[in-house]
């Protein structure tokens, strides 16, 4: 499937702008290709610049603020040339995408809140921009989808998913943004949380998973909330026994939260789990990062292998 952006000519400029995807559909980390074609008027346009950007509609980090389009990624690819009066001008690209792009696509399903766009950017002498925008579909890394599918197992449905601009703490990012995923907790989990957020950030090497445990509840007052980490390696991921590893991710995060708990009568520990008859993987101490080795240097201080909880 090919889509296709079109910006009329604007701006007393005859330039016409329209950008081709080859294939929108994608992964994060994946190349994205494609092909901007400009087209003058009468007279010759000079370009200063072609840039490409991704967009998405984030909220801010002050939940009373607005959601608002933003642009996350840009890149450059094309710098000055002339388009000349009636030619066409094509420049192929091939962009790669940030591993932690914001995944549109759950289940096979579009994310309509998540919905991202490739921005054109011409920039044109005499001080004018315009440019083309054309859908994208970013589908999970499989890593990523392994993860979904075990809540999916374990009876949890999600709920809402959006966009948030803000660092997240004491993870390494390289986007100014960061994607939250909020589920009903699933029945078995029922009573310790009620919520829950799953929150990925992605590397070449591998991949961390944040679970939020009653973010919305303690914004009003009534619960608490907490944040549990845990890192993953992309390689052997098929492997792995996920229904195991996230139950035994989500026991871990719910004796944190039910330790955490102001009032403890409310929430107990669970210790045993429903799917597995052993105890879930141990933390791994501080140095263990991913990219990184035993005392090394990773994502947020590390823990590799089940991961840690951190």
Known sequence: MRLTGVARESGGTGLSVSTTLTNPSTRPGLRLPGRVLLAAGRDDVPVRHI???LVATAEPDDPRSPRRLVQYHQVPIAGRFV????????????????????????GGVPLMALRTGLRTEVSVDPDRDQGAMVPVFVHPLPSQQHVLAALDTLGFTLRQAGLVQGRLPGVEQTLPVHQRLGYWVAPLYAGPMTELEVIFVANPAGLEVLLWVDRRLSLTGISHQSISRFRIWHTGSEQRDWV?????????????????????????????????????DQPIA????????AGGPGIGGGGAGGGDGS
Do not use: K, M, N, Q
Request: glycine share 10%.
């Open 51 to 53: 840039r490409l950007g």
């Open 83 to 106: 388009v000349p009066a009636g030619r066409r001008r094509a420049v192929d690209f091939a962009v790669p995408l940030p591993w932690e792009t914001p995944v549109t696509i759950v």
């Open 244 to 280: 195991t590893t996230v139950d035994g991710w989500l026991r871990v995060t719910i004796d944190r939260h039910a330790a955490a708990a102001a009032h403890a009568d409310w929430s107990a520990p669970i210790t045993e789990s429903a799917h597995v008859s052993r105890p879930p």
């Open 286 to 293: 501080p140095g263990y990062g991913l990219g990184g080795t």
